[in-house]
């Protein structure tokens, strides 16, 4: 019928209603704000990141040595300063902004295709899948390469079973969901413990356990290329699937109404988040929260069409993740794990918004 073949145009079409971009003039400024204010804060944090820590460099002296390699300015610094800066902290802070993209555009999807606002890599059990993979690389292989493969296996292990579980007919959809996220989540959490019990205590136990902490302090110029090129790929596939998410979000069948591959999309969706997820397991160790928290910050300022809430994610995880690492190598003398700050985070606001969830319902529209 006309009626049903115009609101499918509307649907399908990047301005559509599944866009969820029914932007008046007022959300079209607060988009612009947003993106106003991630425009400043990201230069002003990065340079303020880049000038702290044991060694404090002057603000300043930051962006005349950042200028300087492209820009000579005739300025002489420090060969300290520069060292501390080029080849410490800016590998350092470029891994926290993609690791906290990476883990903020993976909970935004997957809270799409699930039409679950309470899940996230860590609550639907990919972390600890990716956590056991790496640990068990670590126990046998010690490479980077065996690390980010065996993570990834292993993710895209606890991911699927998890969405097969959640297939499974109930009254109570999110519960069920949780729970099959807590249940895999458990049974990858015994298999790290298998794997530290029979590590080398004087060897690989500690570097498994310090590793499954999260923590930056060891990213150099090669981990932040085996981060950057996973997240990449996988974060431009999820951006490109945008408008099917939003279709998906509106339910199974009217998605099938609409012509969407179903099943298909909801599996490259999966296999992109598993791969970014491993990927940040690898070279960080399991960072918690932020895939379940982000997203719905951003979405109460950019609004449900993934088109926008996606890049909002991303940016929003990156920014927090680096506040959280500044906050990680500067607070203590000694450096403190980002699971730990993460999850002293996630965790109560986790609590908040099942209880908000159970009372209200998700708001989608």
Known sequence: MPGEAAREARLLRPGGAAAGSRVSGEDARRHRLFWGAVAVATPLLVIGSLSMGRYPIPFFDVIAILVDNGVPLGIAFPASAESVVELVRLPRILAALLAGAALGIAGAALQGVFRNPLVG?????????????????????????????????????????????????SQAPILLLVLAGVVTSAFFSALISLVKYVADPDNKLPAIVYWLMGSLASIGWPEVLVLAVPAILSGLLIYGLRFRINVLSFGDEDAHALGVPVERTRWLVLVAVALSSAAVVAVAGVIGWIGLVVPHFARALVGPSHGELLPASAALGALYLLVIDDVARTATAAEIPLGILTALIGAPVFAFLLRRTHLTGWRRD
Do not use: D, E, W
Request: proline share 2%; hydrophobic share 60%.
């Open 121 to 169: 890599p860590q609550i639907i059990g990919v972390s600890s899948g990716a956590g056991f993979g790496g640990a068990l690389a670590i126990l046998l292989f010690g490479t980077a390469a065996a690390t980010v493969g065996l993570a990834f296996v292993f993710g895209l292990g606890a991911i699927a079973i998890v969405y097969l579980m959640s297939r499974m007919q």
